[in-house]
């Protein structure tokens, strides 16, 4: 939550240049509170796990956070009950017409194939649509990153020579961003696909930004610069053991996978692995959950279709 002082105090300049958040009173006075409307699209398999690792990090700021699961209708889930669905997910039909501060759309385990091959693609292009006008800030996870960078921009994946699985060491390249807010300048996130996007295609689009880079995984945070949408290309919302499962998964299907790298002590899977990335995972969170909801978002999420996202531009 922000500092709030006055705005002819010598620390309100020399903190704000810092990127530590601080209010003035005349702004604090002015904002109206209300719970946050998060809608999550749960394209995992493991549904379950995943609702409880994103329910993790939402909940921890002070917020008020309202979570509506959605599901696709073109594709039907093979790895969770039907009643589970019924009780706690609703489909695109079912909220077309509302509006949310947030979104969240996951990662898919559909990354090899080319997008327009994933049957539930057209379902998905008008969902990322809906959000030009019906979401104020999108946070896309992995594969969801990749299709939305390709939907929106253009951008391309790319067939990589190995799997990218472990975790690896990142820099943050934008410090003033506030989405970077508290990071160290080195930190860890997990990975876990076969495929990247394109930096050249990035590089050559100017709405976006690479926010945090890794010279191993690539681009891992990008964002436009008004924070409407904003992609994460592995999985910091990940518990300690997933990569474990994910590993002795393959292992157990005789797959040829690699050990994760920088997991295991020593990348040794007989040892318990270490848990690198957990503090830096909530702090993404928490500051998308603040600098790029609560602080943006209009009390009245019926004027949201005024901020249409194409207003940013695209990419040639």
Same mark, same amino acid.
């Given at each position: 939550?922000? %500092?709030i002082? $006055? *705005?002819t105090l010598?620390a309100y ?6 990127n530590?958040?601080?209010? #003035?009173?005349?702004?604090a006075?002015s904002q109206?509170i209300r719970?946050l409307?998060?809608?999550v ?11 409880t690792? &994103?329910?993790r990090?939402?909940?921890? =700021? ?11 209708a073109s594709?039907?889930?093979?790895h ?7 009780a706690? @997910?609703?489909?695109f039909?079912?909220i077309r017409?509302?509006r949310?501060?947030?979104?969240i ?12 091959q994933?049957d539930y693609w057209?379902e998905?292009c008008r969902?990322?649509e809906f959000t030009k006008t019906n /979401?104020?800030?999108? &946070?896309h996870v992995?594969?969801g ?5 390709y939907?929106? !921009?253009?951008v391309? *994946?790319?067939?990589l020579?190995? *799997?990218?699985?472990g ?7 934008r410090p003033?961003n $506030?989405l970077m ?5 080195v930190?860890?996130a997990?990975? =876990?696909?076969?495929?990247g996007? /394109? ?5 050559d689009?100017p ?11 690539g681009? !891992?945070? %990008?964002?436009t610069? =008004?924070?409407?949408?904003?992609? /994460?290309?592995? #999985?910091?919302?990940?518990? *300690?053991?997933?990569l474990? =499962?994910e590993?002795?998964?393959d292992?157990?299907?005789? %797959?040829d996978i690699?050990? $994760? ?13 270490l848990f690198?990335w957990?503090? #830096?995972a909530?702090l ?5 959950l603040?600098?790029?909801v @609560?602080q943006?978002? $209009?009390y009245?999420?019926?004027t949201?279709e005024?901020?249409?996202?194409s207003?940013?531009g695209?990419?040639?």
């Amino acid at each position: 939550m922000p %500092l709030i002082i $006055p *705005k002819t105090l010598p620390a309100y300049t020399a903190l704000g240049e810092e990127n530590v958040f601080v209010m #003035h009173r005349e702004r604090a006075e002015s904002q109206h509170i209300r719970p946050l409307r998060i809608l999550v699209l749960n394209l995992m398999p493991t549904k379950i796990v995943t609702e409880t690792q &994103l329910a993790r990090l939402l909940a921890n =700021s002070p917020l008020q956070v309202h979570l509506t699961f959605l599901q696709t209708a073109s594709h039907a889930a093979s790895h969770v009950s039907a009643q589970h669905l019924d009780a706690f @997910y609703t489909t695109f039909d079912e909220i077309r017409d509302q509006r949310y501060d947030g979104m969240i759309i996951t990662g898919a385990p559909v990354e090899t194939m080319d997008f327009e091959q994933v049957d539930y693609w057209p379902e998905l292009c008008r969902i990322m649509e809906f959000t030009k006008t019906n /979401v104020y800030s999108t &946070l896309h996870v992995c594969w969801g990153a990749q299709a939305a960078l390709y939907y929106h !921009f253009g951008v391309r *994946k790319e067939l990589l020579p190995q *799997k990218m699985f472990g975790v690896f060491e990142h820099r943050v390249t934008r410090p003033a961003n $506030p989405l970077m807010r508290g990071f160290d300048e080195v930190f860890f996130a997990p990975h =876990s696909r076969h495929t990247g996007i /394109v930096r050249q295609d990035v590089e050559d689009c100017p709405a976006l930004r690479i926010l945090a880079d890794s010279d191993e995984a690539g681009p !891992f945070i %990008l964002g436009t610069d =008004s924070g409407r949408q904003i992609f /994460v290309t592995g #999985h910091p919302e990940y518990d *300690k053991l997933t990569l474990d =499962s994910e590993y002795r998964r393959d292992v157990n299907k005789g %797959l040829d996978i690699a050990v $994760p790298r920088n997991y295991y002590p020593d990348d040794d899977p007989t040892r318990e692995p270490l848990f690198r990335w957990r503090s #830096h995972a909530h702090l993404l969170y928490t500051n998308w959950l603040n600098y790029y909801v @609560y602080q943006n978002t $209009p009390y009245d999420l019926e004027t949201l279709e005024s901020l249409r996202l194409s207003r940013e531009g695209g990419c040639e």
